[in-house]
């Protein structure tokens, strides 16, 4: 089972940038592909991009598409995503996944996820 620990979360003001951060640790975490996802009050947990395991194919969200970069260090485990123009829309608590198949792409579906960090608080302010 793959563990994730995520860090870099705050509040900054509209326009502002983030760079949330995952640590990864278990058996062969770098054959999984990798995603981030975030839940706002109320609403449910929608994808926010996600890399697959060589980190050579990444996809985003309409919504960051432009402003969020995701990437991948398979040599310290690590998965990181800058975020730049950063909107209230955008306030949520963000959480990392590992997917559950090995060597597989990366999916927008949270159901396909089987290893989840415990997520960071992103307030975005006017």
């Known amino acids: 089972q793959v563990q994730l620990v995520e860090n870099g979360g705050g509040s900054v003001q509209a326009g502002g940038s983030l760079r949330l951060s995952c640590t990864a640790s278990?058996?062969?975490?770098?054959?999984?592909?990798m995603g981030w996802f975030r839940q706002a009050p109320g609403k449910g947990r929608e994808a926010v991009s996600c890399?697959?395991?060589?980190?050579?194919?990444?996809t985003y969200a309409a919504s960051t598409e432009g402003r969020f970069t995701i990437s991948r260090n398979n040599m310290d485990y690590s998965l990181h995503l800058q975020m730049n123009n950063l909107k209230p829309e955008d306030t949520a608590i963000y959480y990392c996944a590992a997917h559950s198949r090995p060597f597989h792409g990366c999916s927008s579906s949270p159901e396909e996820y089987a290893s989840w960090g415990q997520g960071t608080q992103v307030t975005v302010s006017y």
């Open positions: 890399i697959t395991w060589s980190g050579v194919k990444s």
């Open positions: 278990g058996p062969n975490v770098d054959v999984y592909g």
